[in-house]
């Protein structure tokens, strides 16, 4: 039986074009982000931010190096949620009616930068906050992994007391979902700016 329904933040609760934030970190003076930004898992200094590694401020202090000039926050964050093309309120709705019967957390690869803007009350059209919707939020900067390294699942697993056998992982990444898999989770890829909630529900009958 289900007991708990683990999602994804980036191209399930929230969609997602790459090129849109290429563009963004091109403007701040990042040429080769084309090369550099990935929809599913960083490399280097924006690997860094997301595992943790890098606080926010040495992230922009390296990337303003860089991009050859000053950044300030404001700008980096503005080119972070370049990413964000749209939020489907329908799915927020949806959380707080599976939320009636079901745990819920959130298991995502993120930074500061974004989280900021999601955990406000910018992030939703009544003003509630992405951690509102959740009985823990599971983020891969706080934690030190990124999906899929296992480390993450075991980590999210331990601290929010679950068996992977009454779990449901929704998540976009190929490589996320045979993690989740191969601890024994039960699984739905979703893509990016799919309306999953009825596949979520049949799985759950």
Not at 18 to 43: C, E, N, P
Not at 51 to 77: D, F, H, I, T
Not at 90 to 110: P, W
């Amino acid at each position: 039986m289900i007991k708990n329904i683990v999602f994804d933040f980036g191209g399930v609760l929230v969609d997602i074009d790459r090129s849109r934030a290429v563009d963004a970190f091109v403007r701040l003076g990042l040429t080769d982000a084309d090369t550099i930004l990935d929809k599913y898992h960083q490399t280097g200094i924006f690997l860094e931010l997301e595992e943790g590694a890098l606080s926010e401020n040495n992230y922009r202090e390296q990337l303003a190096q860089m991009c050859k000039r000053p950044l300030e926050w404001g700008e980096v964050r503005q080119a972070w949620l370049a990413f964000i093309t749209r939020i489907d309120e329908r799915k927020l709705t949806y959380l707080e009616e599976l939320h009636r019967n079901y745990r819920l957390f959130l298991l995502s690869n993120t930074n500061p930068y974004i989280m900021s803007w999601a955990c406000s009350s910018e992030f939703s059209s009544d003003g509630k906050p992405l951690n509102a919707y959740f009985d823990g939020l599971y983020l891969s900067y706080q934690i030190g992994y990124t999906k899929p390294d296992r480390r993450i699942f075991d980590f999210m697993l331990h601290d929010a007391s679950i068996l992977p056998e009454e779990t449901l992982f929704v998540d976009d990444g190929i490589a996320n979902i045979e993690a989740g898999k191969q601890i024994g989770m039960h699984t739905l890829l979703a893509d990016n700016g799919e309306d999953w909630r009825q596949k979520v529900s049949d799985i759950l009958l």
